[in-house]
């Protein structure tokens, strides 16, 4: 049990990061994005794009893939469970009530 926290421990820390959480909808919309494209998509340094993406990846939630002088990135299969989750979350009525207020 306590290898299984720590492992959701991970995860959740993953994406516990507004700007994490907007590079996997930026992912999951462009299916594939190289460092650059996702630094100039949220107008943020490309350095502090690489750290948050290394952090998505060693969560389990972004895949790399080689392309040229390029890594690209899309969700992994854990990663896109997780967006699920997002999407879920953000279409309940509950939390769209909560906004208004």
């Known amino acids: 049990m306590n290898i299984i926290c720590k492992k959701l421990e991970r995860v959740y820390k993953g994406v516990a990061n507004h700007r994490r959480i907007e590079i996997m909808f930026l992912i999951d919309k462009h299916n594939e994005l190289s460092l650059n494209e996702i ?9 502090t794009i690489s750290e948050h993406t290394k952090r998505l990846y060693l ?37 769209e009530n909560r906004n208004k207020k």
Request: proline share 2%; charged share 20%.
């Open 59 to 95: 969560a389990g939630l972004v895949n790399k893939r080689h392309y040229g002088n390029n890594v690209l990135h899309s969700l992994s299969p854990y990663g896109d469970k997780i967006y699920a989750t997002f999407k879920l979350f953000l279409n309940s009525q509950e939390f």
């Open 39 to 47: 630094s100039e998509l949220i107008k943020c340094n490309l350095k």
